[in-house]
């Protein structure tokens, strides 16, 4: 199994970007399914590696990958073929919160991790909690390896306050939040490179602490009393 990320991968996604069209995508099929592997025997690899760490939901490496294909019903981008390989790693099991993502684009390769869309509850408890202590989290994303590998907690948020919450609630940076996530760009030199994979996965491995806490706040209610 190969863990290395193929400069053909690369020179492939240069020239999907560059000739975003159906017939130039037929013409190249067979470099896009040669790309297609390289990724997927990535993503298995990295798979492999984030297992002794953390329990994920098996799947194959194919099934971790998005489609290449876009959606361009409701889209004024009517390019028909994403310029990247995305794939994602759901945690197992209810008392595991949290979901990692990694995009592999000349240019653009990055992995991310958090909660981009938590449910109405989720996302009640979540500012419910920093509004009643929100320590314990500063603490996480000021330590020494979160602020190295992400620099700060990012996501969407309201632009003053969410109903029944202060305005000039000392946590209402946090509160106002609608997505709790983080993300770490690599170089292509990088991306290139045999430890690859390595180092992906140590960036993801820096979650833990975060994912850890918030998955405790989200399988217990605001007494402490578990969910799950």
């Given at each position: ?5 193929s ?36 993503a ?14 098996p ?14 019903r409701?889209?004024?981008?009517k ?19 949290g ?25 009640k ?57 983080v ?44 969910l799950?």
């Amino acid at each position: 199994m190969s863990a290395i990320i193929s400069p053909e991968t690369f020179a492939f996604l240069k020239d999907l970007k560059e000739n975003n069209n159906r017939e130039w995508f037929q013409e190249n099929k067979s470099r896009y399914e040669k790309a297609h592997a390289n990724v997927v025997e990535f993503a298995e690899a990295l798979a492999e590696k984030m297992s002794e760490h953390d329990h994920l939901v098996p799947r194959t490496g194919k099934k971790t990958l998005f489609r290449i294909y876009r959606d361009v019903r409701f889209s004024k981008n009517k390019s028909p073929y994403k310029t990247n390989f995305g794939g994602q790693f759901t945690r197992a099991t209810e008392a595991l919160r949290g979901g990692y993502y990694f995009q592999i684009e000349p240019g653009n390769t990055f992995m991310a991790g958090g909660f981009w869309a938590p449910n109405a509850d989720d996302l009640k408890r979540i500012r419910n909690e920093f509004a009643f202590d929100d320590q314990p989290v500063r603490k996480i994303i000021a330590s020494k390896e979160f602020q190295h590998y992400f620099g700060e907690l990012k996501g969407e948020g309201v632009k003053t306050a969410p109903k029944g919450f202060a305005k000039d609630h000392p946590a209402i940076d946090l509160i106002r939040k609608k997505q709790f996530i983080v993300d770490h760009y690599f170089s292509d030199k990088e991306v290139l490179s045999e430890d690859f994979v390595d180092k992906i996965n140590e960036t993801f491995k820096a979650l833990r602490p975060y994912f850890d806490y918030m998955s405790e706040v989200l399988t217990t209610d605001e007494n402490g009393v578990s969910l799950i």
